[in-house]
């Protein structure tokens, strides 16, 4: 069976300091990789996703970036946080076009508090 | 590009009974699949439910079933029976068929069940 991992599961960082999330997923081969984010008590913001190794696409312009660099690992950075960038962070996988029915399989996400 | 609209923000219902959350949406594609999403206050996005575009029967998972309007782009969750576990956010999505897979997520309906 397939299963998700993020790390940290909470973190607290100062403004200005860089920021490092962790996503893997074990049980499946290729899948497609997303990022997303929750402020508090709103809906979920897609940040990026991955079809692929070095493969990335942003959703929505801003301070973090995003890396594939294994086929099951998604790396979440930043270089210098903002206060905006607090919030709940979601990774989540999905098969590919033709292998299935397209949910999303979330992470159990990442609470970062920017001071 | 689609919209997905849930109009109910908040919902509260006595343990026991059923409820239904509204769910609407746009596109103008034909093949498509639908979910709704359940997140407790653990955070955990758990998926509840899916539904094909292309099948008519609506979709039904112990106490949760769908009632899927195509023509009138409305997707709706009753949940009968409801317990205390039942209390979360929930989330509709709407995800392409071919090509994207994305996911447009709706701003979601909190839903209290009151003992």
């Known amino acids: 069976s397939q299963t998700i991992h993020q790390w940290p599961a909470t973190l607290v960082q100062p403004v200005g300091s860089p920021l490092s999330l962790e996503c893997t997923v074990e049980?499946?081969?290729?899948?497609?990789l997303y990022w997303y984010r929750q402020a508090a008590g709103r809906g979920l913001q897609l940040l990026f996703y991955?079809?692929?190794?070095?493969?990335i696409s942003s959703e929505v312009p801003q301070n973090l970036s995003a890396s594939r660099p294994q086929d099951r690992q998604f790396i979440l950075s930043s270089k210098k946080l903002l206060l905006s960038d607090s919030g709940f962070y979601l990774c989540?996988?999905?098969?590919?076009?033709?292998?299935?029915?397209?949910?999303?399989?979330f992470g159990p996400g990442t609470r970062l508090t920017v001071t | 590009a689609q919209t997905v609209t849930q109009s109910q923000p908040e919902m509260s219902v006595q343990e026991a009974e059923t409820v239904t959350l509204s769910c609407t949406y746009d596109?103008?594609?034909?093949?498509?699949?639908l979910f709704w999403y359940k997140q407790p206050p653990s955070r955990q996005m758990i998926l509840v439910i899916r539904?094909?575009?292309?099948?008519?029967q609506n979709a039904t998972e112990n106490r949760f079933s769908v009632n899927f309007q195509k023509a009138a782009k409305s997707f709706s969750l009753k949940i009968s029976d409801s317990q205390l576990g039942d209390t979360a956010m929930y989330f509709c999505a709407f995800g392409m068929s071919f090509g994207n897979e994305k996911l447009t997520f709706g701003t979601g309906t909190r839903l209290t069940i009151i003992p």
């Open positions: 989540a996988w999905t098969l590919k076009a033709g292998q299935g029915t397209y949910e999303q399989y």
């Open positions: 539904q094909e575009a292309y099948k008519q």
């Open positions: 049980g499946t081969s290729n899948p497609n």
């Open positions: 596109t103008s594609e034909n093949n498509y699949y």
């Open positions: 991955s079809v692929g190794i070095g493969q």
